[in-house]
């Protein structure tokens, strides 16, 4: 069965391929800011951090002989994954704009993906040292303490041993938490936030950047997040896994669909996030 081997062999192989490129982009971040920066077709950045990151993942994946569809690889033509039944879906660094200012707001997303759906979720915070992972059906995890490293290879064992689930009881509180994007902020985003704002008068903002802001949500930090600007799959599907498993839901905006995977067009529309328990 699938869900055998997410456990025991393949959710090993993408824990150690998100530590292994945090490694690469943690050298990076240490040159002072030397970053190589070049900008993507679709007007973003792309630093040699980024490329080190999806080498990385590529080398440890690709023994997998699962294939990938990684946002350095985007190019990959609709006609030949569109009848792919599982595959790795991938952001080797997301929040690279946070990454480029230095706030250290960035993550690796990877995901495992069955019949479009995600079933298997890895979101690595390498300068927070924070790892969440989630099996669909099987609830979403915590580890702390997880350093970048060149040199990781944990088992399944040794993951499952250092784990706590999400959300974490010491994270209860009492204003109502909206996260917004540090970077990506519209009209329609403070539109949103107003109206859900009526209901929860009592709120605080949280800016945050790349896919810890669902991060946050499984934890029980914060309670929604609008998202008004373009995404893409990579950005969200690990993410959002980690997310349901541990009781929040995604919706698109402002038709309140599920979020639909390995599209001919790899943009999201917007979306927001609810925090159910």
């Known amino acids: ?31 002072n800011g030397k970053h190589a920066v070049k900008v993507k077709s679709d007007n973003t950045p792309l630093t040699i951090a980024d490329r080190r990151a999806h080498d990385k993942i590529k080398e440890v994946l690709g023994t997998t002989r699962i294939p990938i569809l990684s946002e350095e690889g985007r190019e990959l033509n609709y006609d030949e994954r569109k009848n792919w039944d599982i595959f790795w879906l991938v952001d080797p660094l997301d929040g690279t704009i946070e990454f480029l200012k230095g706030n250290n707001e960035f993550t690796v997303n990877i ?23 989630a099996e669909q059906g099987c609830g979403a995890m915590l580890l702390e303490g997880i350093e970048p490293s060149e040199n990781a290879n944990y088992t399944d064992q040794e993951i499952r041993l250092r784990a706590k ?13 909206i996260a917004v994007s540090r970077t990506h902020q519209t009209a329609e985003t403070a539109n949103y936030v107003e109206e859900i704002s009526r209901e929860h008068p009592n709120f605080e903002i949280i800016e945050q950047g790349s896919s810890y802001k669902f991060c946050l949500m499984a934890e029980g930090k914060v309670d929604y997040y609008p998202r008004t600007t373009v995404t893409y799959e990579w950005d969200t ?4 896994l980690i997310l349901v498993e541990a009781g929040g839901v995604v919706r698109s905006l402002p ?11 790899l943009r999201n529309p917007w979306f927001e996030c609810h925090r159910l328990r």
């Open 1 to 31: 069965m699938i869900e055998r081997q997410i456990r025991e062999y393949l959710l090993p192989y993408a824990f150690n391929a998100a530590v292994q490129a945090g490694a690469e982009i943690m050298k990076v971040a240490r040159q």
């Open 237 to 240: 599907a690990a993410a959002e």
């Open 255 to 265: 038709d309140h669909k599920p979020l639909r995977y390995n599209k001919r067009d």
């Open 111 to 133: 995901a495992l993906m069955r019949d479009n759906e995600c079933i298997g979720a890895i979101v690595y915070v390498p300068y927070l040292e924070k790892l969440y992972f």
């Open 165 to 177: 689930s999400l959300p974490l009881d010491c994270n209860r509180h009492d204003k109502f938490c």
